[in-house]
């Protein structure tokens, strides 16, 4: 098509300009952020922040073998994590499938589950499983079954009306219709969910090397950090960074995709019919009652040893009725006061930037060309691997803590609310430029709300992510808030409060989830109610 | 005489007897059928024609056996529609062809034989496909046809499985006018001397293809008049006979909904 080169004249030189317009910029905006990194840090040279282009380089020839080594064993941790979790995932959907009265259960156990904070999770393990390999896989699985679940679900029902009605016309059941029309018609969004939870499970990998593995990335992190080997720091996030990236795009391409996945495909679980108020709070007394009981009864059921696998009844006991209940629950708010002071910040930030780049971008197309290669090649990065980078740069005070929760939390956010913007539909934007309606007013009324849906799911999402990097920032660097205490905890045995953190995490994490999905329910009753439909 | 040159399988007579359908989702009941009294005719092709939203599609879906009826009852041959259903010998079309995008026109075909548990038929879902102006579309996806292509696709997959009733919801109500004229005047022939029924808002469309056209109320509906078109086939849009039937099923409609704009085309 020559059409869109005519602008430049049809002469075959004039067109590969155009072409090669783009792909110069992105060389010379990478080489200029190189050469930039690398005046950076010689001018910050012996303040420990750090490390430029060339040390890093340097470091990563010196000690090649080494690195090779452990990114293998990350990989392979990551490899079985991202296998059992997402194993696990199919059979939950396929269990919901089978008795669909299970899904509210189900999915808000499966949550409860992934909003367990890994900091907390991670030591636990590790006094559960041993030093070897387990703890990682177990952390990476936990990290990635739950986006694989909701991907599914929403796939096995992103399905017309008549599709299903077709099979039933020749008198055949639910089986028939997963065989011929749901299982392939969720394919797609197995495979984007897959995709999905691939950066995930390498994170979920370097957390479990961060709680005291013997070998990985992970480990070299920690020792980089205590060390303060500032090269070796950032040589390592560095290249936990490009592994998460290069795996993200080659499944990618394995899987044929061209372009990212729909923000939308981690559509909240709709609300199947308008329940009584009655029926909504027996759901959630039963779900209350099957985490206790699985709380209990798993721990139960494997033997653990009550002396670092505390139940149910220990953590009441230790914040209520306990001699020291009230000095343990003054402990345990402090913290958690702390923790809030930065996650909530951070998060709010996040999502501000994010939303107000992709914004910028729309406003300012020529801004695409620089911004987009980079977040979605940062997007599928694991942030919180690059804490310790952070850190070194911004002091261990909060500024460092709430820098890496919004950071945590802009790369999905821009992508989301990027693709959101471009929903616009094509007509509606020609009837705005029809009016000849500027830009600032066609984004705000067009664009902004087509928008919202892909925002509020990005905000959902996010939730669970910026109480993991706040925790994680806390627990490898400050040594304070919630974090903090779970790690202090966790090294002095102190099991009781550790438990009593992580309960309360998970529990935080969980109502903010559900009160961010309700507000994305109202929101998408308006602007997507399509998306809604079952 | 059927496609593949064999016999059309047997037509059965459908009948609904005080047949009632109410929809109470929201504790707010809504009455959509009824009560209503019909015979569709063995072998013959009978039109719903009705104002939007007045209850047709429920009625063809109640047929189908996709909705169960609140009260009265639906025979098929002396069997319920889950009868028929179970063994296969219904077949249905739908308003968007609802063929499914992964498979090319002959996999979507010969899923009409695969549903109905049927032994594969490699030579008889290539017939089909010739039969409705398809041949050498065998190997294309859905994404690659017209909407009318995929009309003859859905039609073609609804007759390999040799129906003994076959149901049309709208089944070209989403294609150009001038393909719409073709279908109307090509595809009847297709099922001829099979039982079918037709639900459509189009006044020429239910007079191309029927032999016979009910007139529903507005919702919840019930019959208001049948209006025979016993014309040969191939018809003519413009032929005068037809003509005159359109207006007096237009007219029927305009004194069944009062006040309404029609379809009419």
């Known amino acids: ?534 | 005489m059927a496609p593949d040159g064999a016999p059309a399988a047997p037509g059965h007579a459908v009948l609904c007897t005080d047949l009632v359908k109410v929809f109470d989702a929201s504790g707010d009941p809504v009455p959509a059928v009824g009560p209503l009294n019909a015979t569709f005719a063995a072998g013959r092709t009978t039109a719903l024609v009705g104002p939007s939203g007045c209850g047709k599609s429920t009625l063809l879906r109640m047929i189908a056996g996709l909705e169960r009826p609140s009260a009265g009852a639906i025979r098929i041959g002396g069997g319920t529609p889950h009868d028929l259903a179970r063994r296969a010998g219904l077949a249905m079309a739908f308003q968007d062809a609802a063929l499914l995008p992964w498979r090319s026109v002959r996999g979507n075909v010969a899923l009409g034989l695969r549903l109905a548990r049927r032994p594969a038929d490699p030579a008889r879902v290539e017939r089909l496909i010739e039969t409705v102006g398809l041949g050498g579309f065998g190997d294309r996806r859905p994404a690659e046809l017209s909407g009318g292509m995929r009309q003859r696709a859905a039609i073609a997959r609804c007759l390999v499985s040799a129906p003994e009733l076959l149901l049309l919801d709208e089944p070209f109500g989403a294609v150009d006018e001038l393909t719409r004229r073709r279908l109307n005047r090509d595809l009847p022939a297709l099922w001829q001397g099979t039982t079918a029924i037709l639900v459509t808002h189009s006044v020429v469309e239910a007079a191309m293809l029927a032999d016979r056209v009910l007139v529903l109320s507005p919702r919840p509906a019930t019959i208001v008049a049948a209006i025979d078109v016993p014309l040969p086939r191939p018809r003519d849009e413009d032929d005068s006979a037809l003509r005159e039937r359109i207006a007096r099923i237009a007219g029927a409609l305009r004194t069944s909904a009062p006040g309404r704009a029609l379809a009419a085309q």
């Open chain 1, 1 to 534: 098509m020559n059409a869109p080169v005519t602008r430049r004249g049809t002469h075959p030189a004039a067109r590969i300009v155009v072409r090669a317009g783009p792909v110069a910029w992105q060389v010379l905006s990478v080489a200029g952020l190189l050469v930039a990194w690398e005046a950076l840090a010689r001018l910050n040279a012996g303040s420990y922040v750090l490390a430029g282009p060339v040390a890093v380089t340097r470091y990563g020839v010196e000690h090649a073998g080494l690195l090779a080594h452990a990114a293998g064993i990350t990989l392979a941790n990551a490899a079985w994590g991202f296998l059992w979790g997402n194993l696990a995932a199919v059979a939950l959907a396929a269990a919901i499938l089978l008795v669909p009265r299970l899904e509210r259960c189900v999915v808000a156990l499966s949550l409860v589950v992934f909003c367990l904070p890994l900091v907390a999770t991670g030591p636990i393990l590790r006094v559960a499983l041993g030093p070897g390999n387990g703890p990682q896989i177990a952390l990476a699985a936990l990290a990635v079954h739950y986006t694989t679940l909701l991907a599914l679900l929403v796939g096995l029902r992103a399905v017309p009306r008549s599709w299903l009605d077709l099979v039933e016309s020749y008198g055949r059941g639910a089986g028939a219709q997963l065989l011929h029309i749901r299982a392939m018609a969720a394919l797609p969004y197995l495979a984007a969910g897959l995709r999905i939870a691939v950066p995930a499970a390498i994170l979920g990998a370097m957390v479990g090397e961060f709680t005291g593995a013997e070998r990985g990335l992970g480990v070299l992190t920690i020792r980089a950090m205590r060390a303060l080997d500032v090269d070796a720091t950032w040589a390592i996030a560095l290249i936990a960074a490009g592994i998460a990236i290069v795996a993200y795009r080659a499944f990618g391409a394995l899987l044929g995709f061209v372009t990212d996945p729909p923000a939308l495909l981690l559509a909240a679980p709709a609300p199947a019919i308008r329940r009584g108020r009655m029926r909504r709070a027996g759901e959630l007394a039963v779900t209350i009652l099957a985490t206790l009981a699985l709380w209990q009864g798993g721990m139960d059921a494997l033997g653990l040893s009550p002396f670092f696998a505390r139940r149910p009844g220990d953590v009441l006991a230790f914040l209520v009725t306990d001699a020291g209940a009230a000095s343990h629950r003054a402990a345990l708010a402090g913290a958690y006061g702390e923790t809030l002071f930065y996650a909530v910040p951070g998060y709010l930030a996040g999502l501000a930037l994010g939303a107000g780049l992709a914004c910028a971008v729309v406003l300012a197309p020529g801004l695409a060309t620089i911004v987009l290669p980079l977040a979605v090649a940062l997007r599928s990065v694991p942030i919180v691997t690059t804490a310790p980078l952070l850190v070194l740069a911004l002091g261990r005070g909060a500024t460092g803590t709430i820098t890496i929760v919004a950071v945590m939390i802009f790369f999905p956010t821009l992508v989301a609310a990027l693709q959101g913007l471009r929903q616009a539909p094509g007509q509606v934007i020609d009837i705005f430029a029809s009016y000849a309606t500027g830009r600032w007013r066609t984004l705000a009324l067009a664009r902004v709300p087509a928008m919202l849906p892909a925002f509020f799911a990005a905000a959902r999402m996010g939730v669970p992510a910026a109480i993991l990097a706040a925790t994680t920032a806390e627990w490898l660097a400050t040594g304070r808030g919630i974090g903090g205490l779970m790690a202090l905890t966790a090294s002095t045995s102190g099991y009781n409060m550790l438990w009593s953190a992580t309960a309360l995490v998970a529990l935080t994490a969980t109502l903010a989830y559900a009160l961010v999905a309700r507000i994305e329910r109202a929101v998408l009753r308006v602007y997507g109610p399509e998306q809604l439909a079952r």
